[in-house]
């Protein structure tokens, strides 16, 4: 007789058989029948004992029994959001006689098997559920993009305003005019409809209003889809000055968030996949690009001082003894290579993949200013714990409060949480892939690249290679040609006797971009002939984007840019006159120049200007 609903039949004396199916009941609820084949055996007598005895048995309605591996998936497809585990079995190849050996294997060894669910789930096997996780996590997020859209707020004007640095109308228009219609889409932002001081403005004070909304959980939807449309466009609106991987992964991030707001467990695989993704790529790019600093463990000797923004407590990390650096760099690489393996994991491994990585974030943190590129890494790392690790922390009432108002996912939202995984997944394997291989994957590659102005699926890759040597620019200014006083800016290395500062979560734009100039030269990097023009004009907005303007908002006659060498201070310098920095000078960087001669050097119209269209990629070395 065949049952009117799928019955998986078990062995009732086996106490860690009993463990799993009390899991897998709970997962099902009353889609599929449970019975010890102790009880049931005398049902099913087309069914031999030996064979209950040896596997468990799924009797399906339409007459079909899959044993062993291929019963427990063919069970999990009656479970919600849990099919893809079925689709896998039957059709990548290799998969299905692995699971039917390590079925067989365990099964002979059942101690074994309960000690292995003991140390991979824990002593309680408990249905994941991510209600807590999805909570915590939007509204992190809702404090990244706030803190995101205030650094804009204050910087826009100076950076890209109408008297900025680098316009954005002149841009635009640029852009137009050499690209034709298809402008609109290799730059993909809102301020093609104005791009005024005004516009800008408006821009991000609704990025920090919608960032709120998101913060304290009111039309979080809505609010998601305007605060990726809007960073989207501020990040083409931003040129070169929001051209940084942390930017991209913002916009990454949040456009999966969208999808989450409807409680489907495949975005949840798709954060842990872009998680592993962006650290793996990371610790890749270390490896391939052949720097000795990575290969011989030396990374870490030169980093405290290299690095972009340090921190005060970066001057103390650089004081530790070679040995212990030389740890940290490979703990560094272990934990991008190999520690990532165990987000794909089950929970026990995941959780501490987690705690690697967020350690490994907290101690750069603690000695380097990366803006909310570390504060979202670990935001991430809430995707490797569940509702079961998190419930204690936040309380049981609480937890019960928030788990009740959690979206209950239907079809509609696993349908497109479906939709995004079939554009995010490919694109996002061919960038593991191509690096590797040396080639795109067939289909995917083409993928990647069409969906690359949306910057939903990114190429990352941090700190490739170490510099060695810490060139600063100096822009100074002078009434006569003769005298003369710095700018100071408020995060990059100056005065030899002030100490790093704290930034995180501001983005000093400015001071990120006069750190890749000083590796170059002034040529390369023709957005300073802007910059010092707006400094003989006493450009107000500009202005405002340095510390200190020893000039007393005088505009000088004279401005100029000299290059110098730091390090940080030895011990001794450190204690006695209170000196964190040394300095020597190099040369010049830009020679003396007047407001006609840099008027002339930076019209965008002349073969020397700056203006010329170019679509964000990867700054971070």
């Known amino acids: 007789m065949r049952p009117s609903r799928p019955t998986f039949v078990y062995d009732g004396d086996c106490g860690i058989c009993r463990t799993w199916v009390d899991y897998w009941r709970r997962l099902t609820g009353d889609a599929v029948v449970y019975r010890p084949y102790q009880d049931a055996a005398g049902d099913l007598p087309e069914i031999p004992i030996e064979d209950f005895k040896h596997a468990v048995q799924l009797i399906e309605p339409d007459g079909q029994v899959p044993s062993g591996a ?39 060894r059942r101690g074994l098997l309960a000690g292995l669910t003991r140390t991979l789930w824990g002593r309680t096997l408990e249905p994941e559920r991510y209600a807590l996780v999805s909570w915590l996590f939007l509204r992190g997020l809702g404090f990244i993009y706030l803190a995101a859209f205030v650094s804009l707020a204050l910087q826009i004007r100076g950076l890209v305003g109408e008297a900025g640095i680098l316009p ?9 005019e050499g690209w034709g219609q298809i402008a609109y889409w290799r730059l993909p932002t809102l301020f093609w409809l104005h791009q005024s001081d005004a516009a800008l403005i408006t821009g991000a004070i609704a990025g920090i209003g919608f960032a709120l909304l998101l913060t304290f959980g009111f039309l979080q939807r809505t609010a998601l889809v305007a605060l990726f449309v809007l960073y989207l466009s501020f990040i083409y609106a931003g040129q070169l000055f929001l051209s940084f991987q942390w930017d991209m992964l913002l916009v990454e991030v949040g456009f999966l968030a969208i999808f989450l707001t409807g409680g489907s467990r495949i975005v949840i695989w798709l954060y842990r996949f872009l998680l592993f993704r962006f650290l793996f790529l990371a610790g890749l790019v270390k490896l391939a690009s052949g720097d000795p600093t990575w290969r011989q463990l030396t990374a870490l000797d030169y980093h405290f001082f290299t690095q972009p923004l340090p921190s005060p407590l970066a001057w103390y990390a650089a004081q530790l003894p070679h040995w212990l650096l030389a740890t940290g760099t490979a703990a560094a690489l272990i934990i991008e290579l190999f520690a990532v393996v165990l987000i794909f994991m089950p929970r026990r491994p995941r959780m501490l993949a987690a705690a690697l990585v967020i350690l490994f974030q907290l101690g750069i943190v603690l000695t380097g200013s990366y803006n909310w590129f570390n504060l979202l890494t670990m935001l991430l790392c809430l995707f490797l714990f569940d509702d079961q690790a998190l419930r204690p922390l936040m309380g049981e009432r609480f937890a019960a409060a928030v788990e009740a108002l959690a979206p209950r996912p239907g079809r509609p939202a696993t349908a497109l949480a479906s939709l995004a995984a079939i554009i995010v997944v490919p694109a996002g394997l061919n960038l593991v892939y191509a690096p590797l291989a040396g080639r795109n994957l067939p289909v995917a590659g083409a993928m990647t690249e069409a969906l690359a102005p949306l910057l939903i699926v990114n190429p990352y890759g941090l700190f490739a290679t170490t510099t060695t040597t810490r060139p600063v620019i100096v822009f100074e200014g002078s009434s006569d040609n003769r005298t003369w006083r710095e700018y100071a800016l408020p995060y990059l290395p100056g005065p030899v006797a002030r100490a790093p500062a704290w930034n995180i979560p501001y983005q000093p734009r400015l001071d990120w971009q006069l750190w890749f100039a000083a590796y170059g030269s002034a040529g390369q990097h023709r957005w300073i002939e802007r910059l010092l023009q707006r400094l003989l004009e006493g450009s107000p907005h500009v202005l405002a984007l340095f510390s200190e303007d020893h000039l007393a908002g005088e505009p000088p006659k004279y401005v100029r840019a000299q290059l110098y060498d730091y390090r940080f201070s030895d011990a001794r310098s450190h204690d006695t006159a209170r000196q964190w920095w040394e300095r020597r000078p190099i040369g010049t960087y830009y020679p003396s120049v007047s407001l ?26």
């Open 70 to 108: 291929a019963a427990t998936f063919r069970l999990l497809s009656y479970a919600p959001a849990r099919g893809a585990w079925w689709w896998v079995y039957r059709t990548v190849p290799g998969f299905a006689p692995l699971s039917e050996w390590a079925y067989s294997f365990l099964s002979r």
């Open 168 to 176: 954005l109308g002149e841009y635009l228009d640029a852009a137009r």
């Open 596 to 621: 006609p001669d840099v008027q002339r050097a930076a019209d965008p119209s002349s073969a020397g200007g700056v203006i010329s269209p170019a679509s964000p990629a990867p700054a971070l070395p």
